[in-house]
């Protein structure tokens, strides 16, 4: 199997989980609003988005292949899971902001174990010596962490704003909710489609790729070593 496509199955089951647990945890605090939408299932095609599930990773890909010679990297979103904040309780405790960042935290949460789960999964591919399975699994962790990473960004919709919509003080909150318009198209701007006009010019300004670049391996090594892979000093 193609390396594109490994990548495309690991993003395919980042992303579907990765919204398939907002759904769980609101339903878990009495929101039932995404299993009325049939949103709590592992079927792919209820939870594509033209957009964030296709448009976007076929964007990133053609400009990686015509910049770069190849996929380093690929991005993209499910159709965010629809939840009532007005549902939410624990017990008798009803704060739809606090609850909501919750919800939030969910997703990248389920990132982070994904990857955990791909790291002991290693093993069993070690065992079977399949080297395919071993880099579907590279690619798995990979993928998680920086879903994972990329979403506790603090700027709405990502699930870091809403997280930080929940947690800070009022006025704050509000002033930051209300970014959430412009949010997902600043980041990808900034952080996607500017980095690959300005390469065309001969400008590096690549802000993601750096960050990436230092925290990404950081996390890796913690995952690997966490799964018992031995990685040593690497």
């Given at each position: 199997m193609p390396h594109f496509l490994l990548i495309i199955i690991a993003l395919a089951i980042a992303i579907i989980l990765h919204e398939l647990a907002h759904g769980v945890v609101a339903y878990w605090m009495g929101d039932h609003t995404a299993r009325w939408a049939g949103r709590l299932t592992l079927n792919p095609l209820k939870h594509i988005d033209r957009t964030g599930s296709i448009m976007v990773p076929l964007i990133l890909a053609a400009g990686q292949?015509?910049?770069?010679?190849?996929?380093?990297?690929?991005?993209?979103?499910?159709?965010?899971?629809?939840?009532?904040?007005?549902?939410?309780?624990?017990?008798?405790?009803?704060?739809?902001?606090?609850?909501?960042?919750?919800?939030?935290?969910?997703?990248?949460?389920?990132?982070?174990?994904?990857?955990?789960?791909?790291?002991?999964?290693i093993h069993g591919a070690e065992a079977m010596q399949s080297i395919r399975l071993i880099d579907f699994l590279a690619y798995f962790i990979q993928i998680n962490l920086l879903l994972g990473l990329f979403n506790l960004i603090p700027l709405p919709p990502m699930d870091g704003g809403r997280i930080a919509v929940g947690v800070l003080p009022l006025p704050l909150a509000i002033k930051l909710a209300q970014a959430e318009k412009i949010g997902i198209a600043a980041?990808?701007?900034?952080?996607?489609?500017l980095p690959l006009a300005l390469a065309q010019l001969g400008i590096r300004f690549d802000p993601f790729r750096e960050v990436v670049g230092l925290v990404l391996p950081a996390a890796e090594h913690v995952v690997l070593v966490l799964t018992g892979n031995g990685v040593g000093n690497n």
């Open positions: 292949i015509l910049t770069l010679g190849r996929v380093a990297f690929l991005y993209g979103w499910a159709k965010p899971v629809p939840v009532n904040p007005v549902n939410l309780r624990i017990r008798e405790y009803r704060n739809p902001r606090r609850l909501m960042a919750i919800v939030a935290v969910a997703g990248p949460v389920t990132n982070f174990l994904l990857a955990l789960a791909g790291g002991f999964a980041v990808l701007l900034v952080l996607f489609v």
